[in-house]
């Protein structure tokens, strides 16, 4: 989709933020923020602030959560707020249990962004990238394949603005991700926010890193990397999952309402202004 410029000169503003880790904004680490991190959906939000004065953002995403969790908790407060810019990632979750029924996520789906749109909000949404996070997971691309069909199929039914995260090639370096291979690191978050901006019509200068092409591995060392990735990441994960927890379910959302989005210093000023001192004390480990 062509850009176009966002809002007219004047007007509300207001940016809504929905869906779980990956609008959260885990993976860009920052103490200084609510949970300890910052992510694409902050760096949006400030260079709105700097393109337009007056914007307001609020950030509902809280990682793990499932799709059907996002419409239960973030719909209704969204809505409330009467955004004129919704950005939704969600059923990324979802997609990683094979006994999701993707046809039934995909209407509910469907169901939110209707809702969202009748706002007569912008809405932004996303297809999911294909991760290569383990030759385990191949199964899954078949899924991921059809959850960006039909975003870009829904997308284009109600005039969203969509970002194809599937097709952005700067996301095939490895520097994109953290260490738990599922998450975006903040090189990645930073590039995202300017292909939100890019689709915006927001001026921007965020480019890909420049980076030199990544120093070839051994074997030894591919085998202690995945070894580490195993115990750090896999075994705790599934460790969760058998005790029915996840590493959501004790966090508020890091915006929970709309504040002003200060044109200097941005959100961290904010927060230091705000969280005593700055310092977030909510836990930063993704899942």
């Known amino acids: 989709m062509p850009a176009q410029p966002l809002l007219p000169d004047s007007g ?3 940016f809504v933020a929905l869906g779980d880790s990956f609008t959260e904004g885990v993976g860009d680490r920052d103490e200084r923020l609510p949970n300890g991190v910052r992510g694409w959906a902050d760096r ?3 260079k709105l602030a700097k393109a337009q004065p007056g914007w307001k953002y609020a950030n509902l995403a809280i990682r793990s959560k499932r799709l059907r969790q996002i419409i239960d908790e973030q ?3 969204a809505l409330r707020m009467r955004p004129t810019l919704v950005t939704l990632y969600a059923g990324g979750n979802d997609i990683l249990d094979l006994k999701t029924d993707m046809a039934v996520l995909m209407a509910d789906y469907e ?3 209707r809702q969202l749109a009748g706002t007569g909000a912008t809405v932004v949404l996303f297809t999911g990238f294909d991760v290569k996070v383990s030759a385990l997971l191949e199964p899954l691309k078949k899924r ?3 959850y960006n069909q039909r975003v870009r199929d829904i997308a284009a039914k109600y ?3 969509l970002v194809d995260y599937w097709c952005l090639d700067a996301f095939h370096d490895r520097r994109m991700w953290d260490s738990d291979r599922l998450h975006m690191s903040k090189a990645g978050h930073k590039y995202l926010a300017g292909q939100v901006l890019d689709q915006l019509g927001v001026p921007n200068k965020i480019k890909p890193m420049d980076w030199e092409p990544p120093t070839p591995v051994t074997l030894r060392e591919w085998e202690r990397r995945q070894r580490r990735w195993v115990n750090d990441w896999v075994l705790p994960l599934f460790g969760r999952k058998l005790r029915g927890v996840t590493l959501g379910d004790q966090l508020s959302p890091r915006w929970p309402q709309p504040v002003k989005v200060p044109r200097k210093g941005g959100l961290k000023k904010l927060a230091a202004e705000t969280f005593d001192g700055g310092t977030a004390r909510q ?3 993704p899942s």
């Open 12 to 14: 509300r503003r207001v």
């Open 159 to 161: 005039g969203a603005v």
């Open 144 to 146: 991921n394949s059809f």
């Open 111 to 113: 169901e939110f962004v």
């Open 283 to 285: 836990p930063t480990q």
């Open 75 to 77: 719909l209704e407060p």
């Open 44 to 46: 949006v939000a400030e």
